[in-house]
């Protein structure tokens, strides 16, 4: 079992910067690809970008490239997702994720093992 729980949501104005962190508890955090979604009113719960469980490899989607990053310190048990350039478009509730699935023939992320129970980010324009 993982527990996962988020802090750093916030109200900023466009092109302003955020950090979320996610600490967990478990032993097995290290070995778990971790995740964050967003989930806009409305709208479905979409992966933001992953990381593998050694930090080398990671994935963003392609509305966040080169504005958001994810990164993991194993030895805090904490992934954080630093966002730069907000925009009024990434208002949402952003959720960490542990363990995440993805589907066997593309390989896109559609959800996770492990939810934390989610940060509001609002910006404004």
């Known amino acids: 079992q993982v527990q996962l729980v988020e802090s750093g949501g916030g109200l900023v104005q466009a092109g302003e910067s955020l950090r979320l962190s996610c600490a967990a508890s478990?032993?097995?955090?290290?070995?778990?690809?971790m995740g964050w979604f967003r989930q806009a009113p409305g709208k479905e719960r979409d992966i933001v970008a992953a990381?593998?469980?050694?930090?080398?490899?990671?994935y963003y989607a392609d509305s966040v490239k080169g504005r958001f990053t994810i990164s993991r310190d194993n030895a805090k048990n904490t992934v954080y997702l630093q966002m730069n350039s907000l925009k009024p478009e990434d208002t949402a509730v952003y959720y960490c994720?542990?363990?995440?699935?993805?589907?066997?023939?593309?390989?896109?992320?559609?959800?996770?093992?492990?939810w934390g129970q989610g940060t509001q980010v609002t910006v404004s324009s």
């Open positions: 994720a542990a363990d995440l699935l993805r589907t066997p023939f593309t390989g896109s992320y559609y959800g996770s093992n492990y």
């Open positions: 478990g032993r097995t955090f290290s070995s778990y690809t």
């Open positions: 990381i593998s469980w050694s930090g080398g490899s990671t």
